[in-house]
């Protein structure tokens, strides 16, 4: 793989977040992170580089639907992946059309596939 992509990831646990950062790296990601949509607002409004939004959508605050509306009104085009142990992905218009879901638990390799995808997806 060439340069890094750049992704940022939203995950409240921070085993969860710490375990999917490391993984995501060692697949050749450069992954920049958050605990709440907050903070990841002020990371990606900082960080031009961030390719792809990969959130959960339980956080604390604003969950990671209202999060990834938010980031698409700094970023129109940013991809997002939506991950959740506790959400049905049929549930009609909560999240973005356009959004993957990554139901958990799921394995890094699996994530770091879905992010390729999304990105392979957007150009």
């Known amino acids: 793989m060439g340069s890094a992509r750049h992704v940022l990831l939203v995950e409240d646990d921070p085993l969860v977040r710490m375990t999917l950062v490391e993984g995501l790296a060692d697949s050749g990601f450069d992954v920049l992170e958050a605990e709440d ?3 990841a607002l002020c990371v990606l409004a900082h960080h031009p580089e961030i390719e792809l939004l990969l959130t959960d959508i339980n956080l604390p605050g604003a969950d990671g639907f209202a ?42 390799a699996c994530a770091a596939a879905t992010i390729a995808g999304a990105m392979r997806a957007d150009g």
């Open 37 to 39: 949509a907050e903070t």
């Open 67 to 108: 999060l990834a509306r938010a980031a698409r009104v700094i970023r129109p085009d940013l991809p997002v992946i939506y991950a959740s142990g506790r959400f049905r992905q049929a549930e009609p218009g909560r999240g973005l059309p356009d959004a993957p879901f990554l139901a958990k638990p799921f394995s890094v």
